[in-house]
């Protein structure tokens, strides 16, 4: 009894090009979602940089570990205050638009809390249309956005210049 163990040898050298396969069209999704969100934050960020300001002062700053069923487990941090001209409070749980960070986020919150301890005196930025949608930072920097987009369009491009450039087995003829 003969067995047969050509089969088997071709479908496992084809199992590293199934994976790469998988992680190039999973790279294709997330660069479809980095072209809509990168320019999306930056409209926002250029929205926010026309927004009005009021000054405000620092009441409460913390940062937690919180848990949602969409996220996970992840870092969140919270800063409170009042507006110095009215008293009216004041919650901001997002410094900026243009925020994109990987992992649990605990460094990032760590940061904005000892950024805006307790005491602060600061400008809180707020939209004309709902005074609810704040930000402590309306002129964040645009490279990390601009890196997102760049990022995005390389990896929505990626498998068309692989299917462009893609190497023909010996023999094979081109397909009309």
């Known amino acids: 009894m003969k067995i047969d163990t050509g089969s088997f040898y071709a479908s496992v050298k084809s199992l590293p ?6 992680l ?3 790279g294709f ?4 979602i980095a072209v809509v969100a990168a320019p999306t934050e930056i ?18 700053s913390s940062a937690s570990e919180v848990f949602s069923r969409r996220r996970g487990n992840y870092w969140s941090f919270v800063i409170r205050g009042n507006y110095s001209d009215t008293g009216e409070p004041f919650v901001i749980t997002k410094l900026r638009y243009g925020e994109f960070w990987l992992g ?12 805006y301890p307790r005491g602060s005196i600061v400008q809180v930025y ?3 249309e709902n005074s609810q949608t704040i930000i402590l930072e309306p002129d964040a ?8 987009l760049a990022s995005g369009i390389a990896l929505v491009m990626l ?16 397909k009309p």
Request: hydrophobic share 45%; aromatic share 12%.
């Open 24 to 26: 190039i069209l999973f």
């Open 126 to 128: 707020f939209s004309p």
């Open 104 to 115: 649990r986020g605990k460094k990032r919150s760590m940061e904005a809390v000892a950024k």
């Open 29 to 32: 999704f997330v660069g479809l």
């Open 159 to 174: 498998p068309f210049v692989l299917y462009l450039f893609r190497k023909r087995a010996p023999g094979e003829q081109p």
């Open 43 to 60: 409209h926002k960020m250029a929205q926010a940089q026309a927004w009005p300001s009021r000054q405000g002062i620092v009441t409460h």
């Open 17 to 22: 090009g199934k994976l790469l396969g998988i």
């Open 141 to 148: 920097p645009r490279n990390e956005m601009y890196l997102v």
